[in-house]
């Protein structure tokens, strides 16, 4: 049995919109929710693992449809995507809650905090947050902060809204989900991020609660039975993934699985939620790991949350030269034609446009809602200034 598109008013709390979820069926009078690989068997009133799910009246709902945690305009290079149109400016946001428990989590305060489930105060319908968007001159819209996973039926139908006014769309995920939500999910996204957290089931199961054969799935699934644009992030903890016969070894799988074109983004960690003992990662650390993916043959590896220019540029697999030239997440010199290089022709893997974009690095809060009720009240007050003239 799976869920109809509805609208639930939450018995205990009249005033709160609940959004009939897909993904589940019945089992021992329990809801079973198969969005994600955890399957959580609620009973009723009970949430999922990831707290944002929760059975109702014998049904299952999503308690963050049409409410964000914050939404922000910030450069592609952010999410992080070096292939993606280049210095365009990207609509991002995200919800509450998430479907892994890491205890790195760099963004626990909206991922593991139930408070925050008060703080989604900015309510925006996928209609407005298109409108948002184009009317901020962005490129595209990117479902992010919080795993756009648990909350797929609200990612989905902006995804849509977003296609039909001419906008792209971006999944930053960890990639935990079951292969039916997953078509569905990635139909709708022309790009995605997809933190590959660690390359052992050890790491998975004692550092993010979760496991890792579904999300190498996923980028199976990603690379060979969709359209959508893949990068690969791999955020470094020392002492926990940074073995460099692990990295190796995650570098050669990528490689035979994925292939030698698709961008590798190490990153480094800093000490946040429940590990706050263990140290920054040092630059020398994603050095290496850099020169042990360029070594396994993959042709496109950067690091990043670090400053280093020469790491985080593009170079031309065919001719060696410098293509894109970054400063943190500013894009400097462009050699690009289209998605050739400039100097020796070589078709260089991704999604570019003729000239980059020129957002820099700024990051600019925005309330959807606000923004468009100031612009429809500036249109009446010009309409009004042109009637009486
Ligand atoms: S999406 Fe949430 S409720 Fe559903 S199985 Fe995953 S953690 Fe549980």
Redesign the pocket.
Known sequence: MYGKEKTHQHSGSPAKRLKSAN??HTSNGRVV????????A?NEGA???????QNVDGQ?VLNTYGRSTGFCVDPVEKKPLAHFFPGTSVLSFGTA?C?LGCKFCQAWEITKSRKVLRLLSQKATPEMIAEAAVQLGCKSVAFTYNDP??WAEYAIDTAVACHARGLKTIAVTAG?ICAEPRKAFFEVMDAANVDLKGFTEHFYQHLTLSHLEPVLDTLRWIKQESSVWLEITNLIIPGHNDDANELRQMCQWIHDNLGDDVPLHFTAFHPDYRMTGTPRTSPGTLVKAREIAIETGLHYVYVGNVRDPERSSTYCPGCDRRLIERHWHDVKAYEMEQNRCRFCGHEIAGQFADKPGHWGTRRMPVDPASLLRTLESRELDTGAAESSE
């Open positions: 993904w589940w929710c198969d969005l994600c690989p955890r399957h959580c609620l949430y999922g693992f990831c707290f944002v799910r299952l809650g479907n996973v648990i935990y």
